[in-house]
């Protein structure tokens, strides 16, 4: 979280209430990333998670990404099959849902067969659990989790892991495990109220066998 981020935050909860730190309960991962294997790896709306081994590419140039852009732009302007590995850590709910998906499916195709994507967004239910179980102030929920005015870039859209496999698998991916929102070494902090999956970008042969199963 940067400097100007948590200024607003607090600027914002004038009123008091829960401290920021209970608020967004975060966890430090207890295992460390490792490099990864060559190959051309995309870490999409980076921000402040740089990744050792991988292509950052954000819009802010606050950041210093690798490629400074608009990620659906990028990942757009790039060749059929030309990626072994995509990340997009909290990024998509910063998209129009439609736009979301035909993102995904850009990705698709820019991924290699059999390569993976990992996607992880905030979990609605959990937060909205949250909400209902410790009384957590709306307000306070809709400007850090739900519409995300502390960022420059606003929340444009919710999902659960149902509606994350969904979208997924709308945009031609197979959906593999659950990422480990706790403790998945591709996540800048644990937190239980995100959630995530990897799909897998199928070979053609299967994507042909399940439309026709359809
Ligand atoms: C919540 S941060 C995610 C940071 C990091 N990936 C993580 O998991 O904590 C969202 C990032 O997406 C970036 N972003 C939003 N819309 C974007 C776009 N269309 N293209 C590239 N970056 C974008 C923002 O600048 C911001 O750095």
Not at 181 to 210: E, I, N, T, Y
Request: hydrophobic share 35%; proline share 6%; glycine share 8%.
């Amino acid at each position: 979280m940067t400097a100007t981020l948590v200024t607003r935050v607090a600027r914002y909860r004038e009123n008091g209430g829960m401290t920021l730190e209970e608020l967004l309960d975060v966890k430090q991962r207890t295992t460390p990333p490792e490099p990864p294997p060559p190959g051309v790896r995309l870490n999409l709306g980076s921000g402040i998670d740089k990744k050792e081994g991988w292509i950052d590419v954000d819009a802010n140039p606050e950041f210093a990404p690798d490629v400074c852009a608009d990620a659906v732009a990028h990942v757009a302007s790039l060749d059929d099959s030309s990626v072994d590995e995509i990340y997009a850590g909290h990024f998509v709910e910063h998209l129009d849902r439609d736009v979301a998906e035909r993102f995904l499916a850009a990705c698709r195709r820019v991924l290699k067969p059999q390569g993976r994507i990992g996607v992880v967004v905030p979990d609605t239910g959990a937060i909205m659990r949250r909400y209902v179980e410790e009384g957590l102030d709306l307000d306070d929920l809709c400007h850090l989790f739900l519409y995300s005015t502390v960022q420059e870039t606003h929340h444009k859209w919710s999902y659960d892991l149902t509606t994350l496999r969904r979208l997924l698998e709308r945009a031609g991916f197979v959906v593999g495990g659950e990422i480990d929102r706790f403790d998945d070494p591709r996540l800048h902090a644990g937190a239980r109220w995100q959630c995530g999956l990897d799909g897998v970008k199928p070979h053609r042969r299967m994507l042909l066998s399940r439309s026709r199963g359809r």
